[in-house]
């Protein structure tokens, strides 16, 4: 393969993800905190030359001090630049590149209102912050639920293999919401059963595959007749349906 992606846990239940190019460079997606992420680089052998910001939050970028003290490169949002560590790049939504290959920034606001998410097709990954998480999505600190669900559609219109990166190990948590408000779906059901497996093996959630999101997150299926029905909202705008469900996990 050219691309290994390898998930960093880190603090209590963050992610970061270090992509290594074959032959070519490594990049990381977030830096939470620098320990455990230059202990997998030593693992490795590799040195790091690009840090690719998500968003500003503290919990997304305090390791990048230490990280770019050994020569790494910082990258994030143009439009956070004021509130992010310091950028060797500012980067606008739209096409870049990254080791040779297309980099596409994709600009996802509602968690933050500089909020960008990125997609690596050469590698069929995409790396989604706090915006599309795995069987969630981000609080609205700063955005509007129409911010949140026109990046989230955003988001669902990458090919469906797109491995996607999220932020924090929330899933188990987030399937128990969804069953709430999407009980019916047999995909769901099963997920959460996975997850369950899973977490309990002491194995990771995350990522997963886009096709498997858009077929049980339901705040990917604000539009969904079916989930329109189960919350009795049949006549309901679409985002009118995802505020719905932004609330109620907020109080759940």
């Known amino acids: 393969m050219t691309y290994r992606i390898h998930t960093i846990p880190c603090r209590t239940d963050?992610?970061?993800?270090?992509?290594?190019?074959?032959?070519?460079?490594?990049?990381?997606?977030?830096?939470?905190?620098?320990?455990?992420?230059?202990?997998?680089?030593?693992?490795?052998?590799?040195?790091?030359?690009?840090?690719?910001?998500?968003?500003?939050?503290?919990?997304?970028?305090?390791?990048?001090?230490?990280?770019?003290?050994?020569?790494?490169?910082?990258?994030?949002?143009?439009?956070?630049?004021?509130?992010?560590?310091?950028?060797?790049?500012?980067?606008?939504?739209?096409?870049?590149?990254?080791?040779?290959?297309?980099?596409?920034?994709?600009?996802?606001?509602?968690?933050t209102v500089g909020h960008i998410a990125y997609h690596l097709p050469a590698a069929e990954a995409a790396f989604t912050g706090d915006s599309l998480m795995a069987l969630g999505c981000g609080r609205l600190f700063e955005g509007t639920p129409e911010q949140m669900w026109n990046s989230l559609c955003r988001l669902r219109a990458l090919p469906p293999a797109t491995m996607i990166h999220s932020g924090h190990e929330y899933t188990a948590a987030n399937a128990r919401f969804a069953l709430t408000v999407d009980p019916d779906n047999a995909a769901l059901r099963d997920r959460a059963a996975e997850v369950d497996r899973r977490r309990a093996a002491g194995a990771w959630t995350v990522p997963e595959a886009l096709s498997v999101?858009?077929?049980?997150?339901?705040?990917?299926?604000?539009?969904?007749?079916?989930?329109?029905?189960?919350?009795?909202?049949?006549?309901?705008?679409?985002?009118?349906?995802?505020?719905?469900?932004?609330?109620?996990?907020?109080?759940?």
């Open 14 to 111: 963050n992610f970061a993800f270090l992509i290594e190019k074959d032959g070519g460079g490594v990049a990381l997606v977030d830096a939470p905190e620098a320990a455990p992420i230059v202990r997998a680089l030593s693992d490795l052998g590799r040195s790091l030359d690009v840090i690719l910001l998500t968003h500003h939050h503290g919990d997304h970028v305090e390791g990048v001090a230490a990280l770019r003290a050994a020569g790494a490169e910082v990258w994030g949002a143009a439009a956070d630049a004021h509130r992010l560590p310091a950028l060797d790049r500012a980067l606008q939504p739209g096409d870049t590149t990254l080791f040779g290959d297309r980099l596409e920034v994709i600009d996802v606001p509602g968690h």
């Open 213 to 252: 999101e858009i077929a049980t997150n339901p705040f990917l299926r604000a539009d969904d007749p079916a989930l329109k029905r189960a919350m009795g909202m049949e006549q309901a705008a679409d985002v009118e349906v995802f505020a719905a469900i932004r609330a109620a996990k907020d109080r759940f």
